[in-house]
């Protein structure tokens, strides 16, 4: 069983080597695909941003105890999941509108 979590709400983000993401949720899929088959990520699924994702932005989208890398930031984690908490939906909520306000081409 899946939470609808696990399908809809971002869980990270990872670059690809054309320099596009791809935002996926908590299967490693793109966000809303509800599959346990693989998946290739390709259009229409990538994104790419107006402006390169700077260390400061990976850094402030990152969740609390979680790695990020110029190539991967998780928005949240085992330690911090949005459903666990008022105070982890509100931290999560911050990673999302930080994200949300970021252009696409």
């Given at each position: 069983?899946?939470?609808?979590?696990?399908?809809?709400?971002?869980?990270?983000?990872?670059?690809?080597?054309?320099?596009?993401?791809?935002?996926?949720n908590?299967?490693?899929?793109?966000?809303?695909?509800?599959?346990?088959?693989?998946?290739?990520?390709?259009?229409?699924?990538?994104?790419?941003?107006?402006?390169?994702?700077?260390?400061?932005?990976?850094?402030?989208?990152?969740?609390?105890?979680?790695?990020?890398?110029?190539?991967?930031?998780?928005?949240?984690?085992?330690?911090?999941?949005?459903?666990?908490?008022?105070?982890?939906?509100?931290?999560?909520?911050?990673?999302?509108?930080?994200?949300a306000?970021?252009?696409?081409?």
């Amino acid at each position: 069983m899946s939470e609808f979590r696990h399908v809809f709400l971002p869980y990270c983000l990872e670059r690809q080597a054309d320099g596009r993401w791809a935002v996926l949720n908590r299967k490693y899929k793109p966000v809303g695909m509800h599959t346990s088959a693989y998946v290739k990520y390709e259009d229409p699924y990538l994104i790419r941003f107006k402006s390169p994702l700077t260390s400061a932005t990976l850094q402030a989208l990152c969740a609390p105890g979680s790695e990020w890398s110029e190539t991967k930031v998780w928005l949240y984690n085992d330690g911090c999941i949005p459903t666990d908490s008022a105070a982890h939906w509100t931290a999560y909520q911050k990673r999302l509108e930080r994200l949300a306000n970021l252009q696409i081409v």
